[in-house]
């Protein structure tokens, strides 16, 4: 096959590490020095096709082709610089105004009375002086609930210019919720109350999503006319239309366990659907050239107006986009390479929007794509069925297999988990989501309410069914954390070995093999260390205590913390999935524990001869009664105690402060700290403290 063919996808592979590479360094300056050195390489590139032959450039076709790679790696260095918001002269963080004047720019999304938009910054005002600003920030608004908040895209406000930097995460295994808004162009946040903001009465928004947004709350006020289900209304709504309902953890446990949450998720797999429904029912107008060009005309105005019904979320415009290039490749293009069309669909992307390449979606709505165009058929060639609905179902299950395979180290990476049906889970799901997608659908139209109750039942039955999936043994491996290093030594095994069967390559299959057995030696290594290992986790929260006491496979769990609280499955879960605990035993500072080497007793803890002191409000207005020397003393509970009064029997090394501590008390702590003899670790908008040997 011609070089040619796959030209976008050799300018995507230099565009993409240009992006990640300029991404990770940053610098106000360098956007001059990169639009220089970008200009100088095209000047090159151009004038060595104007004097091709008087330069007899064919010669140095191998260094013309080098400096097309440099220039498309230096275009997705220019891109990132010029979508990076922060070093724009104008961003809001570099001038001081006393308001911002902003624009809703995301639909309002309400949580246990907490209002969390992103607000696009119009202007400021320092002395009731317009200044010009740019920028983003994420919003909170405290509602009140005798008087609910009304807020739409669109909708101008002003508020206070206080605002501070997106806090990263504190502890081991959370969610990097700074580096999550920086993909979006969201470095700060800000937190009012209702009475804090002043809305002018404009909507200043884009009249194209204004419209979408409001034309999908209309359908899912529909859907919670028409279904009576509260379960089957959540699903509806988020399947469909992308408004995310209030799914229960059972059933969002359900569809994650069987490896189809993909499913509860509008993006590319939906559109895709509509498409080769579409396709399939106007298959009479392939007949003549006119009749296809409409057929492709009316094709792309149904999947854009199933975006805006679904209120133009970023997923299904990506998806809308990615199958709208590839609709117009297929239809004019002479060159119908599929991976080309792909690639080009990346590339166009990109180039709109360079930040999109970190966004988990995004990867893996294009190697799912990738899997079913490049593995589906070789996988589907390897059993021939004469049966037509046998035939039917191994098509299904080859597209399945496909598509997991071609996102499975990625899915490990992010969600730390496998499902072991997934085949079984994608397999029964696959026709009752299409009859789900067309129902649902037609449900909107005028006169169709009466299909309401066949809708509700599918969803109902389809739900109780992943359910049992889920709960049959051994229906995942979750826990499953791997590293960056440990992601491409899995990718590269895995595509390694597709391509050695594909290919019948014995090189590449033992490339496969060797890879496979580095990867199984760094587990294997990291197993050895986790259960060798013996640390201790002081856990940075918001409010609450937690102490973890570990020692190889298990932990003790010093919580004022249930295992249903959400904190404990954000923040201290995953450190403890991470150094892969598997039994954790939740115990409080109120009970006295002995546990093979772990004693806590009369306000004291040993852990293999790290020794902590802990004072609580149990202290308050009474005489000291221990001695002795300690690695740590543990102030919680807000104690009215004061460190000063410790006789001087007792000497520490550091001083623990948790967030079940004042303010107040910490900032003191911190004013005074170069009075103390001792390191002060304040578990409050800090790392988490870590003591990595007890030993």
């Given at each position: 096959?011609?070089?040619?063919?796959?030209?976008?996808?050799?300018?995507?592979?230099?565009?993409?590490?240009g992006?990640?590479?300029?991404?990770?360094?940053?610098?106000?300056?360098?956007?001059?020095?990169l639009?220089?050195?970008?200009?100088?390489?095209?000047?090159?590139?151009?004038?060595?096709?104007?004097?091709?032959?008087?330069?007899?450039?064919?010669?140095?076709?191998?260094?013309?082709?080098?400096?097309?790679?440099?220039?498309?790696?230096?275009?997705?260095?220019l891109?990132?610089?010029?979508?990076?918001?922060?070093?724009?002269?104008?961003?809001?963080?570099?001038?001081?105004?006393?308001?911002?004047?902003?624009?809703?720019?995301?639909?309002?999304?309400?949580?246990?009375?907490?209002?969390?938009?992103k607000?696009?910054?119009i202007?400021g005002?320092?002395?009731?002086?317009?200044?010009?600003?740019?920028g983003?920030?994420?919003?909170?608004?405290?509602?009140?609930?005798?008087?609910?908040?009304?807020?739409?895209?669109?909708?101008?406000?002003?508020?206070?210019?206080?605002?501070?930097?997106?806090?990263?995460?504190y502890?081991?295994?959370?969610f990097?919720?700074?580096?999550?808004?920086?993909?979006?162009n969201?470095?700060?946040?800000?937190?009012?109350?209702?009475?804090q903001?002043?809305?002018?009465?404009?909507n200043?928004?884009?009249?194209?999503?204004?419209?979408?947004?409001?034309?999908?709350?209309?359908?899912?006020?529909?859907?919670?006319?028409?279904?009576?289900?509260?379960?089957?209304?959540?699903?509806?709504?988020?399947?469909?239309?992308?408004?995310?309902?209030?799914?229960?953890?059972?059933?969002?446990s359900?569809y994650?366990?069987?490896?189809?949450?993909?499913?509860?998720?509008?993006?590319?797999?939906?559109?895709?659907?509509?498409?080769?429904?579409?396709?399939?029912?106007?298959?009479?107008?392939?007949?003549?050239?006119?009749?296809?060009?409409?057929?492709?005309?009316?094709?792309?105005?149904?999947?854009?107006?199933?975006?805006?019904?679904t209120?133009?979320?970023?997923?299904?415009?990506?998806?809308?986009?990615?199958?709208?290039?590839?609709?117009?490749?297929?239809?004019?293009?002479?060159?119908?390479?599929?991976?080309?069309?792909?690639?080009?669909?990346?590339?166009?992307?990109?180039?709109?929007?360079?930040?999109?390449?970190?966004?988990?979606?995004?990867?893996?709505?294009?190697?799912?794509?990738?899997?079913?165009?490049?593995?589906?058929?070789?996988?589907?060639?390897w059993?021939?069925?004469?049966?037509?609905?046998?035939?039917?179902?191994?098509?299904?299950?080859?597209?399945?297999?496909?598509?997991?395979?071609?996102?499975?180290?990625l899915?490990?990476?992010?969600?730390?988990?496998?499902?072991?049906?997934?085949?079984?889970?994608?397999?029964?799901?696959?026709?009752?989501?299409?009859?789900?997608?067309?129902?649902?659908?037609?449900?909107?139209?005028?006169?169709?309410?009466?299909?309401?109750?066949?809708?509700?039942?599918?969803?109902?039955?389809?739900?109780q069914?992943?359910?049992?999936?889920?709960g049959?043994?051994?229906?995942?491996?979750s826990?499953?954390?791997?590293?960056?290093?440990?992601?491409?030594?899995?990718?590269?095994?895995?595509?390694?070995?597709?391509?050695?069967?594909?290919?019948?390559?014995?090189?590449?299959?033992?490339?496969?093999?060797?890879?496979?057995i580095?990867?199984?030696?760094?587990?294997?290594?990291?197993?050895?260390?986790?259960?060798?290992?013996?640390?201790?986790?002081?856990?940075?929260l918001?409010?609450?205590?937690?102490?973890?006491?570990?020692q190889?496979?298990?932990?003790?769990?010093?919580?004022?913390?249930?295992?249903?609280?959400?904190?404990f499955?954000?923040s201290?879960?995953?450190?403890?999935?991470?150094?892969?605990?598997?039994?954790?035993?939740?115990?409080?500072?109120?009970?006295?524990?002995?546990?093979?080497?772990?004693?806590?007793?009369?306000q004291?803890?040993?852990?293999?001869?790290y020794?902590?002191?802990?004072?609580?409000?149990?202290?308050?207005?009474?005489?000291?009664?221990?001695?002795?020397?300690?690695?740590?003393?543990?102030?919680?509970?807000?104690?009215?105690?004061?460190?000063?009064?410790?006789?001087?029997?007792?000497?520490?090394?550091?001083?623990?402060?948790d967030?079940?501590?004042?303010?107040?008390?910490?900032?003191?702590?911190?004013?005074?700290?170069?009075?103390?003899?001792?390191?002060?670790?304040?578990?409050?908008?800090?790392?988490?403290?870590?003591?990595?040997?007890?030993?």
């Amino acid at each position: 096959m011609l070089k040619e063919e796959y030209f976008f996808v050799r300018i995507l592979a230099a565009l993409i590490p240009g992006i990640v590479f300029f991404y990770l360094v940053s610098g106000d300056h360098m956007i001059s020095v990169l639009g220089t050195v970008y200009f100088l390489l095209y000047l090159t590139i151009c004038l060595l096709n104007i004097f091709y032959k008087k330069l007899n450039a064919y010669r140095f076709k191998g260094y013309t082709g080098l400096l097309i790679y440099l220039l498309f790696f230096f275009l997705g260095g220019l891109l990132t610089f010029m979508n990076k918001e922060e070093l724009k002269p104008d961003y809001f963080t570099k001038k001081t105004v006393d308001y911002l004047k902003v624009m809703v720019n995301s639909e309002p999304v309400f949580s246990k009375g907490i209002l969390r938009l992103k607000v696009k910054i119009i202007s400021g005002y320092l002395e009731n002086k317009p200044v010009k600003l740019s920028g983003q920030i994420l919003l909170s608004i405290k509602t009140d609930s005798f008087k609910p908040l009304k807020l739409r895209y669109g909708d101008e406000l002003f508020i206070l210019a206080k605002y501070s930097a997106v806090e990263p995460p504190y502890n081991p295994g959370e969610f990097n919720f700074k580096q999550w808004l920086a993909i979006q162009n969201i470095y700060e946040q800000a937190f009012i109350n209702q009475n804090q903001f002043i809305k002018t009465g404009r909507n200043t928004g884009n009249p194209m999503l204004r419209f979408a947004i409001n034309w999908r709350e209309q359908q899912v006020i529909k859907y919670r006319k028409y279904i009576k289900n509260d379960e089957a209304f959540a699903v509806a709504s988020t399947l469909i239309l992308g408004y995310r309902a209030d799914l229960s953890a059972e059933t969002l446990s359900a569809y994650a366990k069987t490896g189809t949450i993909h499913a509860l998720s509008v993006s590319g797999s939906h559109v895709a659907i509509i498409f080769f429904a579409l396709d399939f029912l106007l298959v009479f107008l392939d007949k003549q050239k006119a009749l296809k060009i409409f057929k492709f005309m009316l094709i792309c105005t149904l999947i854009w107006i199933y975006a805006l019904i679904t209120g133009l979320s970023p997923s299904v415009v990506r998806a809308a986009i990615m199958i709208t290039i590839f609709i117009i490749a297929k239809t004019f293009a002479q060159n119908k390479n599929s991976y080309n069309i792909l690639a080009f669909a990346a590339f166009c992307q990109l180039i709109y929007q360079p930040f999109l390449i970190w966004d988990p979606g995004f990867q893996l709505s294009y190697l799912s794509v990738f899997g079913l165009l490049y593995l589906q058929p070789k996988i589907y060639n390897w059993i021939y069925l004469e049966n037509t609905w046998l035939n039917k179902i191994w098509e299904l299950t080859a597209l399945s297999i496909a598509a997991q395979l071609a996102t499975f180290p990625l899915c490990v990476y992010y969600f730390h988990q496998f499902p072991v049906y997934f085949l079984l889970g994608n397999l029964f799901i696959s026709l009752p989501l299409m009859i789900i997608m067309v129902l649902g659908i037609v449900i909107l139209l005028p006169f169709s309410g009466k299909l309401t109750p066949l809708f509700e039942w599918i969803i109902v039955t389809t739900n109780q069914v992943l359910k049992w999936i889920a709960g049959l043994p051994y229906a995942t491996f979750s826990s499953w954390w791997i590293t960056l290093p440990g992601l491409i030594l899995l990718s590269l095994s895995l595509a390694f070995f597709v391509y050695a069967m594909a290919k019948y390559n014995k090189t590449f299959l033992f490339a496969a093999m060797l890879t496979f057995i580095i990867y199984q030696s760094v587990l294997s290594y990291d197993r050895y260390k986790a259960a060798r290992q013996q640390k201790i986790i002081f856990f940075t929260l918001r409010k609450n205590y937690a102490a973890a006491f570990i020692q190889g496979y298990q932990a003790i769990l010093l919580t004022d913390l249930n295992h249903d609280d959400q904190t404990f499955h954000f923040s201290v879960k995953p450190a403890l999935d991470q150094l892969q605990v598997s039994h954790i035993s939740i115990m409080h500072l109120k009970t006295d524990t002995i546990i093979s080497n772990f004693i806590f007793q009369n306000q004291q803890i040993i852990f293999h001869g790290y020794k902590i002191l802990i004072i609580d409000e149990s202290w308050n207005n009474k005489k000291v009664q221990a001695a002795g020397k300690f690695n740590a003393i543990w102030l919680t509970g807000n104690t009215t105690f004061k460190i000063e009064n410790l006789p001087e029997e007792i000497q520490y090394e550091n001083i623990i402060l948790d967030a079940t501590n004042k303010d107040y008390k910490i900032e003191r702590f911190k004013k005074n700290e170069y009075n103390y003899k001792a390191r002060l670790q304040i578990l409050k908008k800090n790392p988490a403290y870590l003591v990595q040997s007890t030993e």
